[in-house]
């Protein structure tokens, strides 16, 4: 790597919302062709850090040196202009625009005229998708394709840009294994071309597998910066969070043992699921006390598995069964009646980011605690309990959510239906986005939930999400069930096989 | 650099911003009654009959039939949907309840003489039947409310054109003619039952679970099904509040106008939207209120009175009136993207 001069240099970054202190003195220099890998806590900064380099935040104090010279942006288009480009944490594409569209966001090929040249937009759209490994019609409408294709269509936007500086925010989040290699595959090229690249993420593996250099942040403060060859997760892991709690985290490379079915009510019976292209007679049951889970590639027909057990859809064929009745769910309502609770694998879908934490918290138990008139300081109580058992930071509940980071409004999303546990938690994703400790958290919360005899069926793309809290595992692939585990062995490696 | 120095920095700049957080967070309650207080000022200034408690009570009384009608635009707005059928629906339904009423021989209406309180009920009957049609396009079919309330306006005009065939009725019941035409201690009904109306809006609101309901799926219909709530049944009921409160307005206004005729009540359609808007509630759901309502039916309440009060062509005077309500929009906008930034 050129030891050389900085391509970027912040110094000293201090930058506060309101009340609160996201950065505080920060140094942070990226060079020439390098991985830069950034890992920290929940709400440590990382986001803001490089939303500042990206220019979506102008207002701050500190000095910004691009190229050996002190500049300023003022917006998102002075950095897109000095050859920066950022993947948002939070997916930022157009849903009503073609996949096209998506790819050439802002910059359309146009003729002489002026007019938007759609057929070759849409041709070089498909050949830097499919260069990328995406094989998808470039006029269909990007939000009818699932969240992970989404995402990797973003991505794929901002790396073949041309941009120098390129910041990913933790990209990964919806992407399958496979997916993930071609990511990084990319990422090297890139590198080795000259291209800056700054890489955010929860998964520390990844960060030390593909960055040369690794920053850690805590509490608004830049607490470590190393080569990546001369740290260990463990290392990583209490530079973040502190020490004691750096074996968190399997990794699940050894078998583990699944328990013995244990003899319980079934809560959720699913016979024949069938549903247009994406599920294929699909069965299954949940048992009180039991959590399942349901791994498989994205696209794999999950997430329209999950949204028919909460009545957001209605499959062709086939039936649910709670506690033994035959349900037909017509809308969510009804699912929530019967007991169900759902959390999406996208947060922007489940959580109203202009309304203050204890309002996201209680809506789903308003109906529990007032027939006809509100109880907001009942609501604040519920909620305040909440985000000191999930931990949420800032904790305070009138705080709108919008201003929380990422991860922590995802601790918001689960807390909501924790206040009065349901029958049935059907969780999409429910680690993704957050830090280390958060995501022990979670699997401490799931299992209490357990012991209090709750079924919980468990969907996720990663397989050590699905491997730290399932007791009973099931591969979904194009639209089918085509492998149990249970009471036996598994890990990481028979899992993906099985995928 | 010492960690010590970025704290004192940091909290340096701490009380200044918070101050400013909360400003701009509350842009959208703070522009339009600034708004209001200049137009006030104005038109104190520029006219010295303007500022009087007579004239005071004349602008109550002109704004309370839109006052009336705003109350459920509110709710419509505020789940981000939209009503185009209010104004027509209050016209059908002031129609209605002179239609059930015995008019003067020299009317020549047929129509089918009842009790009040039966014509009352009848017209009530009327209003909420259409909104309940509105509410079944919208929910059960998915047509969207722009398209299904423009329907409706028509089907409604269509009623109150075959109900009057091009005449004019007088009549109205009893009770409707006190509470539209008559004053209680120098007070007009009609301002009472508009105050009473926008206060119970403000209540359910701001203190009941349906008002917290209706501020969710405006804010993220998604994220409000998501949570289980039956979206549908509470964008059916603010459809159905929409047209009651269209209809009640409409019965007052008859008795109030003195007479009830086709295409009485045309203005009150972009007069009700614009007080909602001009007050401040964002038309993409989620933000506002029934108090901003108030202030944005008083800005358009000060504007209309005032202009009448200063000595301008009446022509120009239309174009003025536009021009300050664009403004006003332009605000509101603005407010919107401030409060977006802050929350990014
Ligand atoms: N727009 C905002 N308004 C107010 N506070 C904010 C805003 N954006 C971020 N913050 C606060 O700044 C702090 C840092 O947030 P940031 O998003 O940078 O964290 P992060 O390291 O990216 O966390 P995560 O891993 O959860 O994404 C948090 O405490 C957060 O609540
Ligand atoms: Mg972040």
């Known amino acids: ?499 | 650099m010492t960690t010590g120095d970025s704290a004192t920095v940091a909290a340096d700049r701490k009380r200044p911003h918070r101050l400013a957080a909360i400003l701009r967070s509350q842009m959208r309650n703070i522009a339009p009654f600034l708004t209001l207080i200049c137009l006030f000022s104005f038109f104190a200034v520029a006219s010295p009959s303007f500022a009087t408690l007579d004239n005071f009570g004349n602008i109550l009384t002109q704004i309370s039939v839109t006052g009336i009608i705003a109350v459920g635009l509110t709710f419509v707005i505020l789940c981000a949907e939209i009503d185009l059928s209010i104004a027509a629906i209050a016209n059908v339904t002031g129609i209605a309840v002179a239609y059930f009423t015995l008019q003067e021989s020299y009317v020549n209406i047929a129509n089918v003489p009842m009790p009040g309180w039966a014509a009352i009920l009848l017209a009530l009957a009327l209003c909420a039947l259409l909104g309940l049609v509105n509410a079944f396009g919208l929910t059960v079919i998915g047509i969207p409310s722009f398209i299904m309330t423009l329907a409706m306006m028509q089907i409604a005009a269509g009623i109150s054109a075959l109900l009057v065939r091009g005449q004019i009725a007088y009549k109205v019941p009893p009770l409707v003619t006190t509470l539209g035409s008559t004053s209680i201690g120098g007070i007009p009904w009609i301002v009472i039952v508009a105050a009473l109306m926008l206060l119970g809006g403000h209540l359910v609101l701001t203190y009941t679970r349906f008002g917290r309901y209706v501020y969710m799926v405006g804010g993220n219909r998604e994220a409000a099904e998501y949570s289980g709530l039956n979206v549908k049944l509470i964008l059916g009921s603010v459809m159905v509040i929409s047209a009651v409160c269209a209809g009640i307005g409409g019965m007052l206004g008859v008795a109030h106008f003195g007479s009830a005729q086709q295409n009485e009540f045309d203005t009150y359609l972009l007069d009700s939207i614009a007080a909602v808007v001009v007050g401040g509630t964002s038309l993409f759901g989620g933000r506002g209120g029934i108090g901003n309502t108030i202030v944005g039916l008083f800005v358009l309440g000060v504007l209309n009175n005032g202009l009448d009060h200063v000595n301008i062509d009446s022509f120009l005077k239309i174009l003025i009136r536009g021009l300050i309500l664009l403004a006003a929009l332009i605000i509101n906008v603005y407010a919107q993207r401030l409060r977006e930034r802050t929350a990014e």
């Open chain 1, 1 to 499: 790597m050129p030891a050389g001069q900085p391509i970027l240099e912040l110094q000293e970054i201090t930058k506060a919302f309101g009340g609160v202190e996201a950065l505080r003195g920060v140094d942070f220099a990226l060079s020439p062709g390098e991985i830069h890998g950034l890992v920290g806590e929940n709400g440590a900064g990382k986001s803001t850090l490089m939303k500042i380099i990206a220019g979506v935040h102008a207002d701050f104090s500190g000095r910004f040196i691009l190229d050996g010279k002190e500049t300023r942006f003022r917006s998102v288009r002075d950095a897109h202009a000095a050859g920066i480009a950022m993947v948002h944490q939070e997916l930022s594409v157009a849903p009503d625009l073609s996949v096209a569209e998506n790819v050439f966001l802002g910059n359309q090929p146009t003729n002489r005229l002026g007019f938007v040249q759609w057929r070759r937009m849409a041709r070089e759209a498909g050949e830097q998708l499919k260069r990328f490994g995406i094989d998808v019609d470039p006029m269909s409408r990007l939000g009818d394709l699932p969240i992970g294709l989404q995402q990797l269509i973003e991505i794929a936007r901002v790396l073949f840009s041309g941009a120098r500086i390129i910041i990913l925010d933790e990209p990964t989040s919806a992407l399958s294994p496979p997916e993930v290699e071609r990511l990084f595959a990319t990422l090297k090229r890139l590198r080795d071309e000259g291209t800056s690249i700054v890489f955010i993420s929860h998964f520390i593996e990844d960060i030390l597998r593909v960055s040369d250099v690794v920053t850690v942040f805590r509490n608004g403060r830049k607490v470590a910066e190393t080569r990546a060859a001369e740290t260990s997760k463990p290392a990583l892991i209490e530079a973040m969070i502190g020490k004691g709690r750096e074996a968190l985290e399997e990794t699940y490379t050894h078998d583990i043992m699944l328990p013995p079915p244990a003899e319980r009510p079934v809560v959720l019976n699913a016979s024949s699921l069938s549903l247009a292209r994406s599920l294929r007679d699909v069965s299954f049951d949940v048992r009180a006390g039991e959590v399942l889970g349901i791994y498989g590639f994205m696209g794999c027909g999950q997430l329209e598995l999950a949204r028919i057990l909460f009545g957001k859809l209605r499959p062709d064929q086939g039936t649910l069964a709670v506690a033994g009745d035959q349900k037909t769910f017509r809308s969510t309502a009804d699912a929530r009646r019967a007991g169900i609770a759902f959390v999406p694998e996208s947060r922007r879908d489940m959580l109203f980011h202009q309304e203050p934490v204890y309002k996201n918290i209680s809506i789903s138990v308003l109906d529990r605690i007032s027939s006809l008139l509100l109880k907001p300081s009942r609501e604040r109580e519920i909620a305040m309990r909440q985000v000191d058992q999930l931990r949420i930071r800032p904790a305070a509940v009138e705080l709108d959510l919008g201003m929380l980071s990422g991860g922590n409004q995802q601790k918001v999303a689960l807390a909501k239906w924790l206040s009065y546990p349901p029958r049935l938690l059907v969780l999409c994703e429910p680690t993704r986005g957050m830090d280390v400790g958060a995501k022990d958290d979670v699997i401490h919360i799931v299992r209490d939930l357990r012991a209090k005899g709750l079924a919980v069926i468990v969907l996720s793309t990663e397989p050590e999400t699905v491997l730290s809290l399932a007791d009973r595992v099931i591969v979904l692939k194009r639209g089918a069930v085509v492998r149990e585990f249970a009471n036996e062995r598994i890990s990481k490696d028979r899992l993906l096989e099985a995928a």
